[in-house]
């Protein structure tokens, strides 16, 4: 069975920084690719970050450019995501998700429990 086991979440202040982890457990080998997908009360499940797990490859939306990096350890093992200068509107559940695609929700057969993320002004 797969699970995805994400920590990290909190409270920061606007302009503060947190940093998410996601720990793939029995993913299968298929799953080359893996995302942050972040959703806000009344709002649709939206695509943050992702990475190729083959090559390394990092994909942001544009709303984070330059503010969040997404990464992963060398073994594998662990993908974070690392988020600077926050702002109150990146305030979400956030969740960890492992797939074969890009940005969308629907390529992404494994999903985490998620993490509240909420930023004060």
């Known amino acids: 069975q797969v699970q995805l086991v994400e920590s990290g979440g909190g409270l920061v202040q606007a302009g503060g920084s947190l940093r998410l982890s996601c720990q793939p457990l029995?993913?299968?080998?298929?799953?080359?690719?893996w995302a942050w997908f972040r959703q806000a009360p009344g709002k649709e499940r939206e695509f943050v970050a992702g990475?190729?797990?083959?090559?390394?490859?990092?994909y942001y939306t544009d709303s984070v450019k330059g503010r969040f990096t997404i990464s992963r350890d060398n073994a594998k093992t662990t993908m974070y995501l690392q988020m600077n200068s926050l702002k109150p509107e990146d305030t979400a559940v956030y969740y960890c998700?492992?797939?074969?695609?890009?940005?969308?929700?629907?390529?992404?057969?494994?999903w985490g429990q998620g993490t509240q993320v909420t930023v004060s002004s």
């Open positions: 990475i190729r797990w083959t090559d390394g490859n990092t």
């Open positions: 029995n993913a299968p080998s298929s799953t080359i690719s």
């Open positions: 998700a492992g797939g074969y695609g890009l940005t969308q929700s629907y390529e992404y057969d494994y």
